[in-house]
């Protein structure tokens, strides 16, 4: 089976978020997926069979990837397999993508709708920093702080993190040289701190849209990698955007 690391959400090889991604030719084990996934050690590898798509951390198997979802459209369109829209069978239903004139892949995904909640018990001493407003997003808890620099200087103690009743935490700022900027944490799924996180990017979208008052918005993830994500809100969907670079490409011998 062929085997690629891509850095997504970036066009700089060893930026961005890197991501495997399996081409798989047959069937295979759920459990096999998940020892391939802890092999790789990524924050995401992706498996494909046909149109279907799945998802797995080194830990657990997760329904929403954007960053893998980037890697496999991007492994797909540059070695020729595919040329035009694609269509995967998700755990989140079809993703439906395209790949953009420049080079850039955008991503049609389900906008998650952030709903006010009461700051969580253990939040705040576990951030290290008092939140301005806590939304839930179904999958994530959302945490808006004071500026770009609180995001980006944040030290948080990740194992009181993973006691949290979240797949992750995300944290957000109004940005200086782009619209937002955010950091994504998810000890709980086996990922202390994601690069760059395109499904995070689904309730961000929504957030700063309300906030700003506009749909196309750019935000940059402030991990030590960093990367872009543009999106635009399009009613109960997020249009994610961005480059990707294969920085590796071989066989899988089991």
Request: hydrophobic share 45%.
């Amino acid at each position: 089976m062929r085997l690629f690391t891509v850095d997504a959400f970036t066009s700089t090889a060893f930026q961005g978020n890197p991501a495997a991604v399996c081409l798989l030719e047959t069937p295979v084990t759920d459990s096999w997926m998940q020892s391939v996934a802890a092999e790789m050690n990524l924050s995401e590898t992706a498996f494909l069979l046909g149109d279907s798509l799945r998802w797995f951390t080194p830990a657990v198997e997760v329904t929403l990837c954007g960053h893998a979802t980037l890697a496999t459209a991007h492994v797909l369109y540059s070695t020729g397999a595919a040329t035009g829209q694609l269509e995967f069978k998700t755990a989140s239903g079809t993703l439906t993508v395209n790949r953009l004139g420049d080079g850039m892949i955008t991503m049609d995904f389900p906008a998650k709708e952030v709903t006010p909640a009461p700051v969580p018990g253990g939040l705040e001493k576990a951030l290290g920093v008092t939140p301005v407003q806590v939304g839930n997003s179904h999958l994530d808890l959302l945490v808006e702080v004071d500026s770009e620099e609180t995001v980006r200087t944040l030290s948080p103690d990740i194992t009181a993190l993973a006691a949290l009743d979240a797949r992750g935490v995300i944290v957000t700022a109004r940005g200086t040289d782009t619209d937002f900027v955010s950091r994504f944490f998810a000890p709980k799924v086996g990922v202390p701190e994601d690069p760059v996180t395109g499904s995070a990017h689904c309730a961000l979208s929504p957030y700063w849209s309300a906030r700003l008052g506009r749909a196309s918005l750019v935000g940059a993830q402030l991990s030590r990698r960093g990367g872009l994500v543009r999106v635009t809100l399009d009613g109960d969907r997020v249009h994610l955007a961005g480059r990707a670079v294969t920085v590796l490409s071989g066989t899988l011998h089991v």
